[in-house]
């Protein structure tokens, strides 16, 4: 399913135009809802796999911490993040990070190491 995969805003428009289109070959847009759409659309069902920036501060192994998400569409779109893999030090910068969702969490898949 393409929700896994991150696109740019420009291929982004141009899905939804093809949408558009479809809808109306189909009677005017009375056709089922595309998923791929719907996730665009909505940052609150935001792709399976993400990247994102977190704080300085350390992140311990079995702890959470907020992450905002880049390329949703939203500035300041935060998510909670729990870290299952291995800890994190402290940074004098904000750093990047990779994140995935298994349901309704989100898990740390890969962090900017100080």
């Given amino acids: 399913m393409a929700e896994g995969y991150l696109i740019g805003e420009g291929v982004r428009n141009k899905l ?3 949408f ?8 005017g847009g009375n056709g089922p809802t595309s998923l ?3 996730t665009f659309d909505n940052p609150e069902n935001p792709p399976l796999f993400r990247i994102g920036t977190f704080g300085t501060a350390a992140w311990n192994i079995n702890s959470s911490n907020t992450v905002t998400l880049t390329n949703v569409g ?6 909670l993040v729990t870290n299952v893999f291995g800890s994190v030090g402290t940074a004098t910068t904000t750093r990047n990070c990779a994140v995935a969702k298994d349901g309704t969490q989100f898990y740390l898949i890969q ?3 100080p």
């Avoid at 939203?74 to 998510?79: C, F, I, W």
């Fill in 36 to 38: 791929l759409r719907t």
């Fill in 20 to 27: 558009r289109v479809v809808d109306a070959m189909q009677g």
């Fill in 16 to 18: 939804k135009e093809t």
């Fill in 74 to 79: 939203v500035t300041g779109y935060t998510v």
């Fill in 111 to 113: 962090a900017q190491c």
